[in-house]
């Protein structure tokens, strides 16, 4: 069954600090993941996509990780802002049939000043 | 970048009200758009996936009477909720792709409550 997991599931720290999200998958076969961030009250917003062959993608203070052969991901948040303060959710996509999305459980990150 | 419209962003209604919502693509054809639907703090929930000029494809146990979806147009879709109670109020998303192997884009969600 195409599964998509995140961890932790809530997570507070200190503005300025550093955090590192986890995603775990069984989805096959693989066609790219990606990172989304979802702020309270509104659609997702994309952060990155990686496709079985790349290993690390940055998008500013964020840095995405993907390990093909042990089926994990992470996503790096440099120097944390409060604007940092939302739900990002780990989305993959299968490369079958519609290509439809498979998300993960998200993580809700609180930064604090 | 790739705009998807949704409205309204918010709707309050009596039980028993039919609302529509929309979603557009504003500057793309969107040859497929889906609809998801979400409970405070769990994520996006698949609904339907609809084609444009083809009947929505409706995920199980989701009521394709209760929740109808047409897609008349390569630009927009209508997901209208038919009588709606209050079991039905939830934050209801949907997204635009231009092919199959292309990215979905979100529209910013419509909060649906009903009294």
């Known amino acids: 069954k195409n599964q998509v997991e995140q961890s932790p599931q809530s997570l507070i720290i200190l503005e300025g600090k550093n955090c590192t999200l986890q995603?775990?998958?069984?989805?096959?076969?693989?066609?790219?993941l990606r990172w989304y961030k979802q702020d309270t009250g509104r659609g997702p917003v994309s952060l990155t996509i990686?496709?079985?062959?790349?290993n690390t993608k940055s998008n500013g203070r964020y840095t995405a990780t993907l390990d093909a052969d042990t089926k994990q991901s992470s996503l790096h948040i440099t120097a944390s802002q409060l604007s940092d303060s939302a739900s990002y959710i780990c989305?993959?996509?299968?490369?079958?049939?519609?290509?439809?999305?498979?998300f993960g459980t998200g993580t809700r990150l609180k930064v604090l000043a | 970048g790739a705009v998807v419209s949704q409205h309204p962003s918010w709707v309050i209604c009596k039980s028993g009200t039919s609302v529509k919502i929309e979603c557009r693509s504003l500057?793309?054809?969107?040859?497929?758009m889906f609809w998801y639907r979400q409970f405070p703090k769990q994520s996006l929930m698949l609904m339907a996936t609809?084609?444009?000029?083809?009947?929505?494809?409706?995920e199980q146990g989701v009521e394709k009477d209760k929740f109808l979806i047409n897609h008349a147009s390569l630009t927009l879709s209508t997901l209208t909720v038919t009588s709606a109670h209050p079991e039905d109020s939830s934050f209801y998303i949907c997204?635009?792709?231009?092919?199959?192997?292309?990215?979905?884009?979100f529209g910013d969600g419509t909060r649906l409550s009903i009294l």
């Open positions: 500057d793309f054809q969107a040859t497929t």
């Open positions: 609809s084609n444009e000029g083809s009947k929505a494809t409706y």
């Open positions: 989305v993959v996509s299968a490369a079958s049939g519609t290509y439809k999305y498979i």
């Open positions: 990686m496709t079985f062959s790349e």
């Open positions: 997204s635009a792709r231009y092919y199959s192997n292309q990215p979905q884009h």
């Open positions: 995603c775990n998958y069984t989805v096959s076969p693989f066609s790219n």
